[in-house]
Structures are given as structure tokens and as C-alpha cells.
């Protein structure tokens, strides 16, 4: 955020309602019970895994053909971590491997499990960064 004030004088922040970048650490989620086995989980739930703000560039930007030149764009962030409402299937994988889903990239191999459990962990992500901009069509291609 800085470098893209500093280099390109946009502007991000993410100071809209109910949106706050603490939220995306692990720690700051509601604790789920019953406290055993979750104890384990529940140091590791992050409030939620999607913030959003606003982009706001020194210069109108023509984002598409179809829309007018504006100033002001949404950023979507999503940080892959833990969150209770995540399906129990991924809330299983996460207790049996405790660094998930911040395991190594030295190993490209992924077994079956491992695979599924970030299949699964990108599928929620997307569909929760998707309740974002609920308004939005089907098919039609946007820049923000």
C-alpha cells in the first residue's frame, strides 16, 4: 500500500464499514466449543479470510469500454488461513496437519488429502471473495 502511494500516488484503504485488516489474523476469530478438541483450532481461526476497500487513483482511469472514467476502484484481499465456518472436512485436514494451510513449498508433490484440502480451502476462499460484490453479473468482464 505504501509503495503504490509512494510510486504511483493511488491511494488504498480499508477503512469501509465493518472491514478491518486485524480480523485477517489468526487469533481474531470467535473461539468455537466445545473446547476439546477445538482448543487446537480455535488459536488458529482468523475472523475471516476476505477484507475489502476502496483504490482511489490521482488520475480518471477508463476501466472498460463500458463504463465511465473514474478515480475510485475496489481491492479485494483474501489471505488463505483458518475460519470457523469452514467446511468439516477442511476443519479435520487442519487438525491433523497442524501447518495447513501454510505448509512448505519445497514439496510440489501433494498426496490426495493434501491436494483436496487446498482444493477445497481455494473453493471457499473464492466463493467467500465472491460475496463481496454480490451484485455482480454473470459473465461480464470488470477492471476495478
Same mark, same amino acid.
Given at each position: 500500500?505504501?509503495? !503504490?502511494?509512494?510510486?504511483?500516488? $493511488?491511494?488504498?484503504?480499508?477503512?469501509?464499514?465493518?472491514?478491518?485488516?486485524?480480523?485477517? $489474523?489468526?487469533?481474531? !476469530?470467535?473461539?468455537?466449543? +466445545?473446547?476439546?478438541?477445538?482448543? !487446537?483450532?480455535?488459536?488458529?481461526?482468523?475472523? =475471516?479470510?476476505? $477484507?475489502?476497500?476502496?483504490?482511489?487513483?490521482?488520475?480518471?482511469?477508463?476501466?472498460? +469500454?463500458? =463504463?465511465?472514467?473514474?478515480?475510485? @476502484?475496489?481491492?479485494?484481499? *483474501?489471505?488463505? @488461513?483458518?475460519?470457523?465456518?469452514?467446511?468439516?472436512?477442511?476443519?479435520?485436514?487442519?487438525?491433523?496437519?497442524? !501447518?495447513?494451510?501454510?505448509?512448505?513449498?519445497?514439496?510440489? /508433490?501433494?498426496?490426495?488429502?493434501?491436494?483436496?484440502?487446498?482444493?477445497?480451502?481455494?473453493?471457499?476462499?473464492?466463493?467467500?471473495? @465472491?460475496?463481496?460484490?454480490? @451484485?455482480?453479473?454473470?459473465? *461480464?468482464?470488470? /477492471? /476495478?
Amino acid at each position: 500500500m505504501t509503495l !503504490a502511494y509512494e510510486d504511483l500516488g $493511488v491511494k488504498i484503504t480499508f477503512e469501509e464499514k465493518g472491514q478491518n485488516l486485524l480480523d485477517l $489474523v489468526p487469533g481474531s !476469530a470467535e473461539p468455537l466449543s +466445545p473446547e476439546e478438541p477445538m482448543a !487446537a483450532l480455535n488459536a488458529r481461526f482468523s475472523a =475471516t479470510c476476505v $477484507v475489502h476497500g476502496t483504490i482511489e487513483y490521482p488520475e480518471e482511469i477508463t476501466f472498460s +469500454p463500458d =463504463t465511465p472514467p473514474g478515480t475510485k @476502484g475496489t481491492i479485494i484481499f *483474501v489471505k488463505a @488461513g483458518l475460519t470457523p465456518d469452514m467446511p468439516y472436512e477442511l476443519l479435520s485436514y487442519a487438525l491433523q496437519e497442524k !501447518a495447513f494451510p501454510r505448509q512448505a513449498t519445497f514439496d510440489q /508433490w501433494f498426496d490426495h488429502s493434501q491436494f483436496d484440502a487446498y482444493r477445497a480451502l481455494g473453493h471457499h476462499m473464492g466463493t467467500e471473495a @465472491g460475496k463481496v460484490r454480490p @451484485g455482480r453479473r454473470r459473465g *461480464v468482464r470488470r /477492471w /476495478w
